[in-house]
């Protein structure tokens, strides 16, 4: 079982950077799949990227790529998006999301066990 909690999401200004961070426990992270997540007020939960359980596959949303980045420490529990370029159309609850598997998927359903999310907002 993992138990992700999300970290470091706030109020930025377009065009700046934030890092989310996500701190699992549980034994099986190691061999967890990881995704990121977002949810604006009115719309549906939608993928942002995931990663393997060793971190050399990603995937991300075609609306983030270029200026998201997804990354794992597996000494640390922990995973990581860094967000750069950020827009106004950016802003949402992000969560933070583990599979049972080890490799990664952009179908919410694929994912069992969810944090209970940070806010970001990007004021234009």
């Known amino acids: 079982q993992v138990q992700p909690v999300e970290s470091g999401g706030g109020l930025v200004q377009a065009g700046g950077s934030l890092r989310l961070s996500c701190a699992a426990s549980g034994r099986t992270f190691s061999t967890s799949a990881m995704g990121w997540f977002r949810q604006a007020p009115g719309k549906e939960r939608e993928f942002v990227a995931g990663i393997n359980w060793s971190g050399g596959s990603t995937r991300y949303a075609d609306s983030v790529k270029e200026r998201f980045t997804i990354s794992r420490d597996n000494a640390k529990n922990t995973v990581y998006l860094q967000m750069s370029s950020l827009k106004p159309e950016d802003t949402a609850i992000y969560y933070c999301?583990?599979?049972?598997?080890?490799?990664?998927?952009?179908?919410?359903?694929?994912?069992?066990?969810w944090g209970q999310g940070t806010q970001v907002t990007v004021s234009s």
């Open positions: 999301a583990a599979r049972q598997l080890g490799y990664t998927s952009q179908s919410v359903s694929a994912y069992v066990y």
